[in-house]
């Protein structure tokens, strides 16, 4: 499985910014997606996820609220909408998909990763 953000960028506080990812390759083994992200020099935390039928999802405290993961139509992409965007939000966004197990926070438990996309808010 091959997965590929788009979407991130500058924006201020209080802005929506929309990030996509796309999957390829086997797609079909794929249980459950997520968004994590990464501050330099810290670990990487869950954003949220959702199952592959797009009937659950989980968000990190920090999120709730003001992000909304969800499936595309196209089935392969999952994105996340970002509203009322913090200073505290930038980081690099990075798609993970699963193939065993559901809603899970924990980074180990993604075996598909994508590249990363930086989201930077500004004042």
Sequence with gaps: VQLAESGGGLAQSGDSLRL????????????????????????????????WLGDRSLYSDSVKGRFIISREG?????????????????????????NTGSLS?????????GQGTQVTVSS
Excluded at 25 to 51: C, P
Excluded at 105 to 113: A, F, G, K, N, Q
């Design 105 to 113: 926070s924990d980074r180990r438990e993604y075996e598909h990763w």
């Design 74 to 98: 196209d089935e392969n992409t999952v994105s996340l909408q970002m509203n009322s965007l913090k200073l505290e939000d930038t980081a690099v966004y990075y798609c993970a998909a699963r």
């Design 20 to 51: 996509a990812c796309k999957a390829s390759g086997r797609t079909f083994s794929i249980n459950s997606w997520a968004w994590f992200r990464q501050i330099r020099g810290k670990d990487r935390e869950l954003v949220a996820a959702i199952t």
